[in-house]
């Protein structure tokens, strides 16, 4: 399935809607294309109705908000519902700043997302309205650990059910629920969080994935999880092999993305998700 | 005398004065160091015409559009035809939405081009006012191939005797045109188009030889057409020799520039203009 | 006591807060990463305050300044002062319009900055509130020479003086200043200025070194110009090995931090500062 997930996308070639943060935008736009598909960027608030109407996905990015784009964010969103394309939320930084906690309160009332993905300070700050987000990094008291597994995972559902999202949590494991079901992937490496745009990426990468995939989110952004853990794995291997640094990993990254196949994506995923239905 | 043109940017060093969008911003400004020109990006309505004044050509890219660099754009463009700089249009997805059409619009009514670059869809769309663009990316249906060549060079030539601008459109086959004459170039790789800002990149060269050879636009616009195939097929070389992938590509294609000689210019170069005039 | 200010950046891993150009932003955040520290990017009026209010240090970058980021600029910075934040200031480009010689006037006048940092040109109109800045370079009749250079000192540190700041000039020789001492580092390689950002990178690096060692500005600025050149010498010796181009080496300069230690830093650094007190 996940294969077939993956393979749809370059196949269909779908065209993806992005208003976000202009410190990571190029990385996501190339991110997308190494996917398969095609990303616009668009933010103005006398066009965003258009574009987002001839793509096939949005993906609203909150990481540097201000007035004129929280604007055309409503509007696209509310468009994209109402074409019933997938919206995707990525709360950057949510919890740091009222602006950013009110902005997404505001997009979590105004639109249905149908994937939201963040790490488990923003997801959290989101679910609670606080939360003690530490800048754009994960608070380490509130990480994904063996001991707090169930209760992340109850939490992530719960928050399913009330929003109508596929709830993403990353962090050293990755966790993808709906309300019924819960996935947890093992890919990945902490490298990625020496590098800006890891987050965002990912969310551009699982915003690929669901326009190709619409009426099956949850597995969607499952393989969208996976195929990033798995290209930060082959990425990072390149780097000490090379004797690199970050930011040839950043490259490698992308690099490994658009050389994805699906042996590889078998081989090296690590889904456990039959285990926790 | 591509050669000459391609020296020309180098040792006179110009300036490029660029608004243009934050996706691929950043590239297009290391791609102007990589021809030996100095970019400048400066898009505040408080500055433009000051910044413009002490540049050598001006770049305009409507691929992030707001209210407030659209203002911009006019009163740039219009200090530059004033000094006679030349001034360089790329209509990023115009016809996507009509805020890109009729800014499109305003733009060609308001300043003199010197040049304008777009894929085929974009330019027909500049031309009627309408067109089929999908997203940023140019529609199969309207493609240069070479049934259609003599009636795509006669749109060319038509278009750049009604704006005064020299017409690149750009495709697996590359057309220069003025009124008078036009140039195929068959260089470049279908990956280029696997890359976010391969256009822009290859319009901010185009103004930086245009800054450099300002009186002999039409061959200064095939020359930096034809550095950007040259090395976009270069980068590929490398990226397959190193089992590498598009973000590598990417960085290829700018060091390819960076590094671009007369020697590799003339071997490699694929202009076939002679029998078209 | 320099190995000592760079290690404190990763093992205090402080917040950096940044209201910087969309032209470099992606790399000055990439370069806070990879020195260890993390970057937070946010400019709206709405969030500046209470962004930096949870940082350790603050970067104001003036490369692509518009009415909504100027008044950003002054809140965080006030806020800043009044927690004793170090607050860096690279004023990019000042002297090529009247609003970047305004802003950056305005700006000395209503925030007290840590750190100045700017090419010579730069420097010199910051402090006459005129120059011959042309674009973003330098003018080359301004440049540090032998000839110069007792001039240039004393030209800094009466600047110091009169702006409480520590400042930074940088060119072939980079000069760091107070009112009482002078550093010369002769670290570094004519390549960074075919890159765009080197300038918007190394005053990055130091809002890091500084937000780490807020005690000790003077040796932080010259810690962070330091690593910068070393990394740079350490880039282009990569660049030539690999054959590779300009683009290579801005990736293998961001590379260069993140592998940074000790030993390279005391072995290659070249600070001339006891021979100028």
Redesign the interface.
């Known amino acids: 399935m996940y294969e077939q997930m993956w393979m749809n996308v370059s196949t269909k070639a779908p065209?993806v809607h992005n208003i976000t943060?202009?410190?990571?935008?190029?990385?996501c736009?190339?991110i997308i294309?190494?996917c398969g598909a095609?990303?616009?960027?668009?933010?103005?608030i006398?066009?965003v109705e258009?574009?987002t109407t001839?793509?096939n996905s949005l993906v609203i990015n909150i990481?540097?908000?201000?007035?004129?784009t929280i604007e055309s964010m409503v509007l696209a969103g509310k468009k994209a519902n109402e074409l019933s394309h997938p919206v995707i939320l990525d709360p950057v930084?949510v919890g740091?700043?009222?602006?950013?906690t009110d902005t997404a309160t505001q997009l979590l009332k105004e639109i249905k997302f149908s994937v939201i993905r963040g790490n488990i300070s923003e997801i959290k700050t989101l679910s609670k309205g606080t939360g003690n987000t530490?800048?754009?990094?994960a608070d380490f008291t509130e990480r994904l650990t063996d001991s707090n597994q169930q209760e992340v995972i109850a939490f992530a559902k719960d928050l399913s059910k009330r929003t109508g999202a596929v709830i993403v949590i990353t962090g050293a494991t990755d966790l993808v629920a709906d309300e019924n079901e819960a996935y947890l992937i093992r890919n990945g490496h902490p490298i990625m969080s020496?590098?800006?745009?890891s987050g965002c990426m990912l969310t551009a990468v699982i915003g690929a994935v669901c326009a190709a995939n619409p009426t099956n989110l949850l597995e969607a952004a499952v393989t969208g999880v996976t195929i990033m853990g798995i290209s930060g794995e082959l990425a990072y291997e390149k780097m000490i092999k090379d004797?690199?640094?970050?930011?040839?990993f950043?490259?490698?990254?992308?690099?490994?993305?658009?050389?994805m196949d699906t042996e590889k994506l078998m081989s090296r995923a690590k889904i456990n998700g039959n285990t926790l239905k």
Do not use: F, H, W
């Not at 943060?21 to 990385?27: E, H, P, Q, S």
């Not at 095609?38 to 103005?44: G, H, K, R, T, V």
């Not at 020496?194 to 745009?197: A, L, N």
């Not at 950043?250 to 050389?259: E, G, H």
């Open positions: 065209l943060n202009y410190v990571t935008v190029n990385d736009a190339n294309l190494a095609s990303p616009i960027m668009a933010d103005d006398r066009e258009e574009i001839i793509c990481g540097t908000l201000n007035e004129r930084g740091a700043s009222k602006l950013r530490k800048g754009v990094d020496k590098i800006t745009g004797q690199a640094g970050t930011s040839s950043k490259m490698y990254l992308i690099d490994a993305i658009s050389i």
